[in-house]
Structure formats: C-alpha cells, structure tokens
C-alpha cells in the first residue's frame, strides 16, 4: 500500500465552483500535512500546510485533516482559472523527508 | 527573486553519457533534496543531503549518484544515462525548522 495516495484526475471544473481535492494516508503516525501547487513547466510551491486535526483556512483555500478516516482536503472556494495548476498532498516520511501524492490536475473554465 | 536555481531547463543527452545536474540555492539551507517527476507516478526522492559532504539514499537511488561539497550548491550525477531516467528532474531544499520545501523550476531530460 502506498505512504499517500491521490487521485490524478484531470478534474475540470467551471469557474466560480467549489473544488474538492483529497489524498488519503496509510500511517496513522502522520501529523503534519501539506498541500503544494504546480503550475506548467514551474516546480511544486507550498501552499497550506495544517498541523494534526482539524480546519485551516487561507483566504479562498481551506485545508482540512481526518486523522479518524486517513483523509486529508483541499477546497477551494469562488476558483478562477489561475487557479488551474496540479495540487499535491505531501506528508513528512522521516526526519525532513516528505512523501508526495501523484498530484491532481485541476482546469478551472472561464 | 530565484531562491533555487536548477542550471538548465531542458538537455538532451544520448544514452551512455554521463550527465550532470546542477542545483544552487541561497537561502542557506541545510537540506537539499532530488526528486524526479514522472506521469502517473508523482515525485520520487532520489537522494538527499542534510550537510556538506553528507548524502543519503532515497527510494530510487540506482543509476544516480550526488555531490555536495558546499552547503548551497547540490548536483546530481547519471552516470551513464539510459532512456529510462527521462523525466522531470526537481530539486528542492528546506531548513531544519519545518518541513516547507522550496523547489527549482526542474530540468526536463530528455535521454536518447
């Protein structure tokens, strides 16, 4: 079983709609979690990282931490077209070494 | 402001040769990280460094090798490149203090 997993897509969704992107974990040691963003030809940036359980929020974008069911979430509210990119899940697998869902492909449609 | 810098954007590189891949960063951090990216498979760390001259292994070392004799600068070494390291190549680095890591543009290989 892999550490994380995550849906590819590609999900494609109009503009001004709610998005849901999700990655479920294996070890229920995990308590930092990360999102990162990619936009075309450009490396991952952080986006929100969140620490244990529970709701973060940052502006449009909100985290959210299921240590019960091994889930974690992104959404993303009012989504414009620049927020068209791939968005990773990423959680710590050792002292500083992260491990990295295969990313979503999400387009945002004017 | 480029905080990693990775020193090429694309190569292409015929099978056999022995490749390198530069990686700077000036921030001052202690990690630095190789990743490749691969469709379907996500990121998969190659090697890593905590500290000048030190490396480790990560999930797909064969076929790689690193260097790091200053703490800002990180290369990756194939040391004879076959046409299955074509990929995405990233390199990331983060401080001792969180897990936030900060990524290069990435290097597209293309090995032929």
């Known amino acids: 079983q892999k550490e994380v997993e995550q849906d590819p897509g590609p999900l494609s969704v109009p503009e001004g709609a709610i998005v849901s992107l999700n990655c479920t974990y294996s070890?229920?040691?995990?308590?930092?979690f990360m999102w990162y963003r990619q936009y075309s030809r450009k490396g991952p940036e952080l986006l929100m990282y969140?620490?244990?359980?529970g709701n973060k929020e940052d502006g449009r974008f909100t985290a959210q931490v299921d240590k019960s069911s091994k889930y974690i979430s992104l959404f993303i509210r009012d989504s414009q077209p620049s927020d068209s990119a791939t968005y990773l899940c990423?959680?710590?697998?050792?002292?500083?070494?992260?491990?990295f869902g295969q990313g979503t492909r999400l387009t945002i449609n004017p | 402001d480029v905080k990693v810098t990775q020193s090429s954007r694309y190569l292409v590189k015929r099978t056999g040769e022995k490749v390198f891949l530069e990686c700077v960063q000036d921030?001052?951090?202690?990690?630095m990280f190789w990743y490749r990216q691969d469709p379907g498979l996500g990121l998969r760390l190659i090697y890593f460094?905590?500290?000048?001259?030190?490396?480790e292994k990560g999930d797909i070392p064969e076929g790689y090798s690193v260097s790091r004799e200053k703490k800002e600068r990180f290369s990756l070494i194939l040391e004879s490149a076959s046409t299955n390291q074509t990929s995405m190549y990233l390199c990331?680095?983060?401080?001792?203090?969180?897990?936030?890591?900060?990524f290069g543009s990435g290097t597209r290989l293309t090995v032929v």
């Open positions: 990423s959680l710590p697998q050792g002292a500083q070494k992260l491990v």
């Open positions: 460094s905590y500290d000048v001259k030190m490396k």
């Open positions: 990331a680095s983060s401080s001792g203090d969180n897990y936030g890591y900060t």
């Open positions: 969140t620490y244990s359980s």
């Open positions: 070890n229920s040691a995990f308590q930092y």
């Open positions: 921030m001052d951090h202690e990690n």
